[in-house]
Protein backbone atom coordinates (compact mmCIF):
# COMPACT_ATOMS: atom_id res chain seq x y z
CA UNK A 1 0.00 0.00 0.00
CA UNK A 2 1.13 3.42 -0.67
CA UNK A 3 2.65 5.38 2.15
CA UNK A 4 0.55 8.55 1.04
CA UNK A 5 -2.98 8.51 -0.10
CA UNK A 6 -4.94 11.60 -1.51
CA UNK A 7 -8.53 11.19 -1.70
CA UNK A 8 -10.39 11.97 -4.05
CA UNK A 9 -7.83 11.20 -7.47
CA UNK A 10 -9.88 13.78 -9.66
CA UNK A 11 -12.79 15.93 -8.71
CA UNK A 12 -15.06 18.28 -10.65
CA UNK A 13 -17.05 20.87 -9.04
CA UNK A 14 -18.74 23.35 -9.50
CA UNK A 15 -18.15 27.37 -8.62
CA UNK A 16 -19.34 28.04 -5.11
CA UNK A 17 -19.72 24.68 -3.50
CA UNK A 18 -17.64 23.94 -1.00
CA UNK A 19 -14.78 20.40 -0.90
CA UNK A 20 -12.91 18.32 1.32
CA UNK A 21 -9.56 16.96 -0.15
CA UNK A 22 -8.28 14.26 1.90
CA UNK A 23 -4.64 13.21 2.94
CA UNK A 24 -3.84 10.53 4.75
CA UNK A 25 0.07 8.67 5.70
CA UNK A 26 1.01 5.71 7.54
CA UNK A 27 4.89 6.91 7.22
CA UNK A 28 4.44 7.95 11.06
CA UNK A 29 5.58 11.88 9.91
CA UNK A 30 4.44 14.90 11.90
CA UNK A 31 5.12 17.49 9.28
CA UNK A 32 2.70 17.45 6.61
CA UNK A 33 2.09 20.09 3.66
CA UNK A 34 -0.05 20.81 1.05
CA UNK A 35 1.06 21.80 -2.58
CA UNK A 36 -0.57 23.44 -5.83
CA UNK A 37 0.61 22.82 -8.90
CA UNK A 38 -0.75 25.05 -12.05
CA UNK A 39 0.70 24.68 -15.27
CA UNK A 40 4.05 26.65 -15.80
CA UNK A 41 4.33 27.58 -12.29
CA UNK A 42 5.57 24.36 -10.67
CA UNK A 43 4.24 23.79 -7.22
CA UNK A 44 3.47 26.56 -4.45
CA UNK A 45 2.72 25.75 -0.68
CA UNK A 46 -0.27 26.06 0.73
CA UNK A 47 -0.34 25.10 3.96
CA UNK A 48 1.62 23.26 6.42
CA UNK A 49 1.70 21.33 9.51
CA UNK A 50 4.37 20.79 12.10
CA UNK A 51 2.01 18.49 14.38
CA UNK A 52 -1.64 18.39 15.10
CA UNK A 53 -1.56 21.26 16.99
CA UNK A 54 0.80 23.32 15.03
CA UNK A 55 -0.62 24.74 11.37
CA UNK A 56 0.51 27.62 9.53
CA UNK A 57 0.05 29.03 6.40
CA UNK A 58 2.11 28.91 3.02
CA UNK A 59 2.30 31.19 0.03
CA UNK A 60 -0.60 31.08 -1.41
CA UNK A 61 -2.91 30.02 1.67
CA UNK A 62 -5.76 32.25 0.55
CA UNK A 63 -9.13 30.75 -0.31
CA UNK A 64 -7.83 27.15 1.62
CA UNK A 65 -8.51 25.88 4.93
CA UNK A 66 -7.18 23.44 6.81
CA UNK A 67 -7.64 20.35 9.23
CA UNK A 68 -5.22 17.84 10.99
CA UNK A 69 -7.33 15.05 12.12
CA UNK A 70 -4.72 13.44 13.90
CA UNK A 71 -0.97 12.59 13.05
CA UNK A 72 -1.91 10.71 10.47
CA UNK A 73 -4.62 13.00 8.47
CA UNK A 74 -4.48 16.28 7.01
CA UNK A 75 -7.32 17.98 4.88
CA UNK A 76 -7.52 20.67 2.60
CA UNK A 77 -10.85 22.71 2.29
CA UNK A 78 -11.79 24.89 -0.23
CA UNK A 79 -15.06 26.46 1.49
CA UNK A 80 -16.32 28.42 -1.74
CA UNK A 81 -14.40 26.95 -5.09
CA UNK A 82 -13.73 29.21 -7.99
CA UNK A 83 -12.48 28.00 -11.20
CA UNK A 84 -8.62 29.45 -10.69
CA UNK A 85 -8.27 26.83 -8.44
CA UNK A 86 -8.12 24.52 -11.04
CA UNK A 87 -4.79 22.83 -10.54
CA UNK A 88 -3.62 19.43 -9.28
CA UNK A 89 -2.88 19.02 -5.44
CA UNK A 90 -0.39 17.23 -3.63
CA UNK A 91 0.04 16.17 -0.09
CA UNK A 92 3.42 15.44 1.17
CA UNK A 93 5.13 14.64 4.53
CA UNK A 94 8.68 14.31 5.94
CA UNK A 95 10.66 13.29 9.06
CA UNK A 96 12.34 16.14 10.84
CA UNK A 97 14.59 13.20 12.60
CA UNK A 98 14.59 11.42 9.39
CA UNK A 99 18.28 12.55 8.92
CA UNK A 100 20.27 14.83 7.17
CA UNK A 101 17.75 15.32 4.02
CA UNK A 102 14.70 15.27 5.90
CA UNK A 103 13.08 14.24 2.25
CA UNK A 104 9.61 15.02 1.85
CA UNK A 105 7.29 12.01 0.29
CA UNK A 106 4.27 12.67 -1.82
CA UNK A 107 1.02 11.70 -2.72
CA UNK A 108 -0.17 11.01 -5.82
CA UNK A 109 -1.69 14.24 -6.43
CA UNK A 110 -5.62 15.28 -7.06
CA UNK A 111 -6.81 17.07 -10.04
CA UNK A 112 -9.43 19.46 -9.36
CA UNK A 113 -11.60 21.58 -11.76
CA UNK A 114 -13.88 24.05 -10.96
CA UNK A 115 -16.07 24.84 -13.63
CA UNK B 1 14.17 33.88 0.07
CA UNK B 2 14.50 31.01 -2.37
CA UNK B 3 14.01 30.96 -5.99
CA UNK B 4 14.68 28.33 -8.46
CA UNK B 5 14.61 29.06 -11.77
CA UNK B 6 14.48 26.46 -14.93
CA UNK B 7 14.61 28.47 -17.91
CA UNK B 8 14.73 26.04 -20.75
CA UNK B 9 10.08 25.67 -20.63
CA UNK B 10 10.45 22.89 -23.33
CA UNK B 11 12.95 20.77 -24.87
CA UNK B 12 12.51 18.34 -27.48
CA UNK B 13 15.24 15.92 -28.70
CA UNK B 14 15.57 12.78 -30.60
CA UNK B 15 15.49 9.13 -29.34
CA UNK B 16 19.31 8.56 -28.00
CA UNK B 17 20.16 12.11 -28.20
CA UNK B 18 21.61 13.73 -24.89
CA UNK B 19 19.74 15.68 -23.29
CA UNK B 20 21.05 18.72 -20.09
CA UNK B 21 18.17 20.48 -18.24
CA UNK B 22 18.98 23.55 -16.22
CA UNK B 23 18.63 24.66 -13.27
CA UNK B 24 20.07 27.92 -11.06
CA UNK B 25 18.86 28.67 -7.95
CA UNK B 26 18.93 31.32 -5.13
CA UNK B 27 19.14 31.24 -1.24
CA UNK B 28 20.91 32.90 1.29
CA UNK B 29 21.85 29.84 3.57
CA UNK B 30 24.49 28.09 3.78
CA UNK B 31 22.92 24.92 3.99
CA UNK B 32 20.32 23.59 1.54
CA UNK B 33 18.78 20.65 -0.25
CA UNK B 34 18.26 20.36 -3.86
CA UNK B 35 16.53 17.61 -5.78
CA UNK B 36 15.32 16.83 -8.92
CA UNK B 37 11.80 15.24 -9.63
CA UNK B 38 10.38 13.83 -12.52
CA UNK B 39 6.26 14.09 -13.13
CA UNK B 40 5.52 12.01 -16.32
CA UNK B 41 2.14 12.38 -17.97
CA UNK B 42 0.33 10.06 -15.17
CA UNK B 43 0.83 13.06 -12.96
CA UNK B 44 2.57 11.62 -9.50
CA UNK B 45 5.68 13.46 -8.68
CA UNK B 46 8.84 10.81 -8.96
CA UNK B 47 11.66 11.12 -6.96
CA UNK B 48 15.17 11.34 -8.60
CA UNK B 49 17.98 12.66 -6.83
CA UNK B 50 18.81 14.82 -3.99
CA UNK B 51 21.95 17.08 -2.91
CA UNK B 52 22.88 19.01 -0.15
CA UNK B 53 25.43 22.10 -0.12
CA UNK B 54 28.23 20.43 1.30
CA UNK B 55 28.24 17.73 -1.53
CA UNK B 56 29.79 19.12 -4.73
CA UNK B 57 30.34 15.68 -5.97
CA UNK B 58 28.63 14.96 -9.21
CA UNK B 59 26.51 11.81 -9.85
CA UNK B 60 25.94 9.15 -12.12
CA UNK B 61 22.88 6.85 -11.89
CA UNK B 62 22.96 5.01 -14.76
CA UNK B 63 21.68 7.48 -17.78
CA UNK B 64 21.43 9.96 -15.29
CA UNK B 65 24.01 12.60 -13.95
CA UNK B 66 23.61 15.75 -12.05
CA UNK B 67 26.45 18.36 -12.01
CA UNK B 68 26.07 20.53 -8.88
CA UNK B 69 28.29 23.80 -9.05
CA UNK B 70 28.00 26.24 -6.03
CA UNK B 71 30.00 28.79 -7.74
CA UNK B 72 27.46 29.47 -10.06
CA UNK B 73 24.67 28.17 -8.11
CA UNK B 74 23.46 25.54 -10.84
CA UNK B 75 22.45 21.75 -10.02
CA UNK B 76 21.88 20.59 -13.81
CA UNK B 77 20.69 17.25 -14.79
CA UNK B 78 21.84 15.22 -18.13
CA UNK B 79 20.43 12.16 -19.56
CA UNK B 80 22.68 10.28 -21.52
CA UNK B 81 20.82 8.13 -24.47
CA UNK B 82 17.91 9.90 -24.03
CA UNK B 83 14.61 7.23 -24.40
CA UNK B 84 10.98 8.02 -24.99
CA UNK B 85 9.88 6.86 -21.20
CA UNK B 86 11.98 9.74 -20.25
CA UNK B 87 9.47 12.33 -21.68
CA UNK B 88 8.01 14.03 -19.15
CA UNK B 89 8.03 17.18 -17.03
CA UNK B 90 11.10 17.75 -14.83
CA UNK B 91 11.49 20.03 -11.53
CA UNK B 92 14.58 21.22 -9.76
CA UNK B 93 13.83 22.11 -6.05
CA UNK B 94 15.66 23.87 -3.31
CA UNK B 95 14.75 22.97 0.68
CA UNK B 96 16.46 25.21 3.30
CA UNK B 97 16.29 24.22 6.67
CA UNK B 98 14.66 26.95 8.51
CA UNK B 99 11.07 27.95 8.18
CA UNK B 100 8.39 25.48 6.90
CA UNK B 101 11.70 22.99 5.25
CA UNK B 102 9.01 23.21 2.24
CA UNK B 103 10.36 22.62 -0.78
CA UNK B 104 10.66 25.48 -3.52
CA UNK B 105 9.78 24.25 -7.24
CA UNK B 106 10.99 25.65 -10.29
CA UNK B 107 8.70 26.02 -12.87
CA UNK B 108 9.39 23.05 -14.61
CA UNK B 109 10.80 21.44 -17.75
CA UNK B 110 8.82 19.53 -20.44
CA UNK B 111 11.42 17.03 -22.23
CA UNK B 112 9.60 15.32 -25.34
CA UNK B 113 11.92 12.58 -26.52
CA UNK B 114 10.88 11.91 -30.27
CA UNK B 115 10.98 8.02 -31.50
Known amino acids: DADVTQTPRNRITKTGKRIMLECSQT?????MYWYRQDPGLGLRLIYYSFDVKDINKGEISDGYSVSRQAQAKFSLSLESAIPNQTALYFC??????????????FGPGTRLTVL | AQKVTQAQTEISVVEKEDVTLDCVYETRDTTYYLFWYKQPPSGELVFLIR??????QNEISGRYSWNFQKSTSSFNFTITASQVVDSAVYFCALRAITGANNLFFGTGTRLTVIP
Open chain 1, 27 to 31: KGHDR
Open chain 2, 51 to 56: RNSFDE
Open chain 1, 92 to 105: ATSDPSGGLYNEQF
